[in-house]
């Protein structure tokens, strides 16, 4: 405060509109000259009154991170991503790693095509109003997992009415898989949902259809040409769609005419 730099740290958002000058004296005949005042402007910085959550999602899907702020004015953001556990931070770009990025200088940030190598990465968002800054934490970290692979596809089945064919799926994948097998009628343009139990339908009897084998036994040719595909996801509700397969089911021939005695 006796030098040419007055310094200030720590300053209250109470000295607002506070005002300076400096008064300076000269080193004979004690002659001084006042400066010019000079006015502190303090604003708040932002408040932050939501952070952003972490979250959970599947190999190539989507998710969003979202910050909301309080305060003074309109704000601008600017999301960050931390690829080493929050050790240092890097503003998101569209082309920042482990994902396609859209908002990055919005209040939500957009991930989609999330890539397995985005597994624990962090994100946080800097929020700035009035000139302002603040930073959301750091926990909100991104969980990446796979979905199971199929290694034996179903393949197509012929059978007669009467007879069982049987479409299986070989799979692996974290934790207990589990299985929804998907039947698509002849001309048909939506997939229906079999039932897990064993049941007795107009056309014929399914069972397995919550494991990795269906059965299905037709009692007529309605089954014919039909699709068959089955829905695999693992402990993290990861999935995968097998391939389609089709069903051929073939009618009895008849005996026009009885050999006699």
Known sequence: ???????????????????????????GAGCTVTSNTATLTVANAPTISSQPVAKNVCAGGSTTFSVAAAGTGSFTYQWQLSTNGGTTWANVIPSSAGAAYSGNTTATLTLTNIQIGANNYRYRAIVTGA?????????????VNNAPTISSQPVVQNICVGGT??????????????????????????WET????????????????????????????????????????????????????????????????????
Not at 131 to 143: E, F, I, K, P, Y
């Open 194 to 261: 079999l039932p897990t139990a064993p049941t007795t339908h107009v056309n014929g009897i399914t069972s397995g259809a919550g494991t990795a084998s269906l059965t299905m036994t037709p009692s007529s040719t309605e089954w014919h040409n039909s699709r068959l595909r089955v829905i695999v996801k693992n402990s993290n509700n990861c999935e995968v769609i097998s391939n389609v397969a089709t069903f051929t089911v073939n009618a009895l021939p008849t005996i026009a005419s009885q050999p006699v005695p």
């Open 1 to 27: 405060n006796t030098t040419a730099t007055l310094t200030l740290t720590n300053i209250q958002i109470g000295a607002n509109n506070y005002r300076y000058r400096a008064v300076v004296a000269g080193s």
């Open 131 to 143: 000139g302002c800054s603040v930073t959301s934490n750091g926990a909100a970290t991104l969980g």
């Open 165 to 190: 064919a049987t479409f299986s799926v070989t799979a692996a994948g974290t934790g207990t898989l589990s299985y929804q097998w998907q039947y698509l009628p002849n001309n048909g343009t939506n």
